[in-house]
């Protein structure tokens, strides 16, 4: 195994692990901060993808339709909030859970109604095409390179607003005594509206990047959802440095997985076992992954510190 | 009033609110069935079953073959056989027990005289069996499941599609014939995408230098495509149906593979596909029994009826639900609208006499078309539009499928 | 009981049993097979109500035991055993082992950390199921022959069949409530409502969970088993996350800790999906709001509405 290979497969691994950080910084943080388990995560990144296509078709111009899909996303997750969730803060896991699955019915429909069943088309401009060389031949394309960039850029960002702003603080604040926040006059249903709509804008966020590589359609919350939920439940939950550990770790793990397990299983087994238990292992390979850290350390790797 | 459990009872209003949930049961069961009660039917009426997958994932074929099938009964002017006809739809959610259930309902409660349709194999796996042991005819327009055309094979089922196998098995002939001999396969790690590989392989006998499956709703294949650039094969061949599809083509394209890599594939790029994938896919080569430019004048009048009422292109999955329409049409036809004459209809069916949107055909003895296999090309469309699938060439003539051997039935 | 909830489970069961009977008159036998397939379906619920409702334990890999169910069916027949004692009763015995394989790890984490590992655990099921080629991988199997009992009753008859459905639907949901009101279910309720103080008097919750799982698990098993004879036909579809999203729903519907719940809820979910789905394709949008709204509103679910019903 050549060793420019596994690199690019690292590579590979820390992009889709940044894709996935982007969903999962959202999740945990309304998680973390307001306590709710929230399923439709994966329908905000969908809206997020159809709302930017269709920002771009009405603008004309690539980065003014992410600007507005995005901009739009967020007024969304507000409304979500502000309409179906705000009750179910003080629910328990399983209604809201219930709650939230019927939600993602609810707008897998929506988008069918609006914009068809057919997959729709996001084109990259031609500025986001092309290769970048990186380390002896290898051509990595130029928009997984500039969303790797983004995704670290986001996480910059949200560390420095949690830890060194004002509103970070609140919304911190607010995550360990919700009642004393309200009693030194912050509005605390405003600022848990707006975290919302934050989580929900990183959701769409994620939605943009993945547009022009995967399909937008509805149901695609779905196909990632599942492992966005392994990377908090790994990370920790409401930590963003845990969802940003967990959301490498497993990207990685995933990929690597996926491009070298058969190989490696073809060395001790016979080549038709390897077939066979290869993709089979590797498809089970980060649920694995999170049983064995949730059997070491059930609160996963790195907890936050406000107590639920 | 004393309940006995203590509760406050001392007006007609607490017994009523008391015994609500049971009258509310009663009148609900009431109600129920006084609904479901359907008026007796005159028999003048033909009534067709066509389940398919309306909502969900796979939504867009469903919706590719309801609308065939509603030109199909425009052409006809809504008399399938010169009798009234009704078809009605059922959603099998992409489940087979839902559209078991589905099937069931239409058979009991709607009292179809012959059920069509079904897009997946799993599913039709489920309802076959079950509408044949009711006496009704099953008339598939697409899941192609190989125990249907070999063991499993029965007089009142007609596929108006193909076995699963044959498509790929075109594909590795056109490969075999045109002396490549170096093909990377990928494929999802589910049945179908086994049995695409296993069909490919069964015409195709050159070197293969590696098969890889991934996990089903797979979004991102970065990981296989740097894989498969590391072991720089000459050629590739792919399944990759629906969205995974649309996810793979692009980062074909977007990963640069496109123009290096000759692409080959099965059900990948079609008409429900192209129209988010556009240029992405040109130049990339299927095959298929069936397109839109295919020169017989039936499927060029069902294309050109399509176009202009529904304003998009067909896909096989809409002609193939189209041409079943018209076989039943046929069948119903030769019995003079007696729908009840089973052994009538079979034996009108085996026939095939009708115009198919492939051209004239026979009927293997497992009720399966004989049929030809086109190579397709991707190429650029009129002017400003979505890029169109072009047949190159024939590569199977009277194709039969490899299972109808072990099919018992004699005719 | 109350009178009142003599009254209603004895109009309930009176409604059930005349329905064969009411529905070949009326010549509707199609809603047979829906209300067989909605008792299936209750003994599931009633075994998920056991653990989650009564017991806390919310477990999204719940329908992992109904495929186990099916498959111990489908591959018994696929080798040619077709004695349903020996299919049923391996489909109980698999599934129980599995659940006590499951349980062990799983319950020793909590919250929503337990919701993702049962999860996590019913998903690797199901991909091991779709890579299991010799069982139709995810194109299923068919089961040609229902699962015999010595010809004592003959599964291929559907109103025999509504029947047996019927009494191991009633016995199941007896057996849940027996359970939850016995000396165990207290422990378990106890647990549930507040976990410190039933340590504190002494009791480990642990062990007390893991068996509440293990029964939940077998008895899922059994509607599996009943399930695959039901459909003729099991794929690995039956243990996707989505179907444990279903049962959830029917328990939540139904109500929680109640011993009517879980046949309500079941009932009224697929009689309403059957309705919606047959009137629209976007049935979804209506019924995704519609769950949507009886979590948030319908607090105590259908068996709330039941007079009395204050489960005890």
């Known amino acids: 195994m050549p060793l420019t290979l596994v690199l690019e497969q690292l590579l590979n691994g820390v992009q889709f692990g940044v894709m996935l950080f982007l969903m999962a910084a959202g999740l945990t943080l309304v998680f973390g901060i307001m306590n709710l388990v929230n399923l439709a995560h994966g329908s905000l990144y969908m809206m997020g993808a159809y709302l930017t296509v269709a920002a771009v078709q009405w603008s004309g111009n690539y980065l003014a339709g992410v600007a507005l899909g995005l901009f739009a996303t967020l007024l969304l997750g507000m409304l979500v909030e502000v309409v179906a969730l705000r009750t179910l803060y003080e629910r328990d896991h399983l209604d809201q859970v219930l709650a939230t699955f019927g939600l993602i019915l609810f707008f897998n429909e929506l988008a069918a109604i609006f914009w068809g069943r057919a997959a729709l088309d996001l084109p990259r401009p031609d500025w986001l095409q092309g290769h970048i060389e990186l380390f002896a031949a290898s051509r990595y394309p130029l928009y997984r390179a500039v969303v790797i960039g983004v995704g670290l850029a986001v996480a910059a960002a949200l560390w420095y607003v949690v830890t060194r702003t004002r509103l970070g603080m609140l919304v911190r604040a607010g995550a360990s005594n919700r009642s004393m926040i309200a009693a030194l006059g912050v509005n605390i249903r405003l600022l848990y509206t707006f975290v919302f709509g934050i989580g929900a804008a990183l959701a769409g966020l994620a939605g943009v990047m993945a547009g022009p590589i995967y399909a937008v359609q509805p149901g695609m919350g779905e196909l990632i959802l599942i492992q966005v939920f392994v990377v908090i439940v790994i990370g920790g939950i409401g930590s963003i440095r845990g969802a940003f550990a967990g959301a490498l770790i497993v990207g990685v793990v995933d990929t690597l997985g996926r491009a070298f397990l058969k190989p490696l299983l073809g060395t001790v087994l016979s080549p038709t076992a390897a077939e066979a238990a290869g993709p089979a292992l590797a498809s089970m390979l980060i649920y694995l992954l999170m049983a064995v850290v949730l059997a070491l350390r059930p609160e996963g790797l790195f907890p936050s510190r406000g107590g639920q | ?411 | ?312």
């Open chain 2, 1 to 411: 009033m004393d309940t006995g459990s203590g509760s406050l009872i001392d007006s007609p209003r607490d017994f009523l609110e008391e015994n609500f949930m049971i009258c509310r049961i009663i009148l609900a069961a009431a109600i129920t069935l006084a609904f479901a009660a359907s008026p007796a039917m005159a028999q003048q009426k033909l009534k067709i079953g066509f389940i398919t997958t309306l909502s969900g994932p796979g939504g867009i074929i469903g919706k590719h073959m309801r609308d065939s099938v509603e030109v199909a009964l425009d052409q006809l002017n809504r008399k399938v056989g010169g009798l009234e006809t009704e078809v009605i739809y059922g959603d099998d959610q992409f489940k087979p027990d839902v559209g078991l259930q589905v099937a069931e309902e239409m058979m009991k409660k709607n009292g179809v005289d012959i059920m069509s349709g079904i897009i997946w194999s799993n599913v039709m796996l489920a309802v076959q069996p079950a509408v044949n042991k009711a006496g009704l005819i099953m008339v598939g327009t697409n899941a192609g499941a190989s125990p249907l055309a070999g063991t499993g094979c029965n007089e009142l089922y007609f596929s108006t599609s193909w076995n699963n196998d044959q498509t790929p098995e075109a594909m590795g002939k056109f490969m075999q014939d045109a002396g490549v001999n170096d093909v990377y396969l990928m494929a999802p790690n589910y049945q179908a995408g086994k049995d695409m590989v296993a069909g490919f392989k069964r015409y195709y006998k050159g070197r293969i230098v590696d098969e890889v499956f991934t996990r089903v709703g797979q979004p991102d294949y970065q990981a296989e495509l740097s894989q498969l650039r590391a072991k720089n094969p000459k050629n590739v061949f792919v399944f990759y149906p629906g969205g995974m599809g649309v996810a793979f083509m692009k980062q074909w394209s977007e990963g640069g593979f496109r123009g290096q890599f000759p692409l080959y594939s099965v059900f990948t790029v079609d008409e429900t596909t192209i129209p988010a994938l556009k240029h992405s896919v040109l130049g990339q080569y299927e095959t298929k029994f069936w397109s839109p430019d295919l020169k017989v004048p039936a499927s060029q009048k069902f294309v050109a009826d399509f176009q202009k009422k529904n304003g998009y292109l067909p896909s096989f999955y809409g002609a193939q639900s189209y041409d079943g329409i018209m076989l039943i049409d046929s069948a119903v036809r030769a019995v003079k609208g007696n729908v009840k004459d089973s052994k009538g209809m079979v034996m009108a069916m085996r026939k095939a006499n009708y115009n198919s949107i492939r051209g004239k055909f026979t009927f293997n003895v497992n009720h399966h078309p004989i049929q030809d296999f086109y190579l397709i090309k991707a190429v650029a469309g009129p002017a400003g539009k979505d890029p169109v699938m072009e047949i190159q060439k024939k590569v199977f003539e009277n194709h039969k499928d490899s299972y109808y051997k072990d099919c018992k039935m004699k005719w």
């Open chain 3, 1 to 312: 009981m109350t009178r009142a909830r003599i009254a209603f489970w004895t109009v309930l069961v009176t409604l059930l049993v005349l329905l064969p009977p009411a529905a070949a008159a009326l010549q509707q036998p199609f809603y047979l097979d829906l209300v067989r397939k909605a008792m299936i379906f209750a003994i599931a619920a009633a075994s998920l109500n056991l653990i989650l409702g009564y017991g806390g334990l919310v477990s999204f890999g719940h329908a992992a035991y109904l495929g186990i169910g099916g498959y111990a069916v489908g591959v018994l027949a696929f080798y040619g055993t077709t004695s349903g004692w020996l299919q049923w009763g391996v489909a109980i015995g698999a599934s129980a082992l599995v659940a006590l394989a499951i349980g062990a790890v799983s319950i020793r984490t909590s919250g929503i950390y337990f919701i993702m590992i049962t999860l996590a655990f019913t998903q690797m099921l199901y991909y091991l199921g779709i890579s299991i080629e010799e069982y139709g991988g995810d194109d299923g199997m068919r089961i040609k022959t229902r699962s015999d009992f010595s010809g004592l009753i003959d599964l291929g008859d559907p109103v025999a069949f509504y029947y047996l459905a019927l009494v191991l639907m009633l016995a199941c949901l007896f057996l849940v409530h027996r359970i939850a009101n016995s000396r165990f279910g207290m422990v378990l309720r106890a647990a549930k409502s507040n976990e410190p103080r039933s340590r504190g008097i002494g009791y480990s919750p642990y062990a007390y969970r893991l068996v509440a799982f293990v029964i939940a698990g077998a008895m899922c098993g059994l509607a599996g088993a009943m399930f695959a004879n039901h459909t003729a036909y099991i794929t690995p579809e039956f243990m996707h996350w989505t179907r444990s999203g279903e049962i959830m729903f029917m328990v939540i519907l139904g109500g929680i800790a109640s011993t009517a719940g879980p046949l309500l809820g079941a009932l009224v979910l697929l009689v309403v999906e059957t309705l919606l789905a047959g009137w629209t394709e976007h049935w979804q949008a209506i019924l995704g709001p519609l769950l949507v709204l009886s979590v948030l509103f319908f607090r105590r679910g259908l068996a709330g509405m039941i007079p009395g019903s204050r489960d005890g």
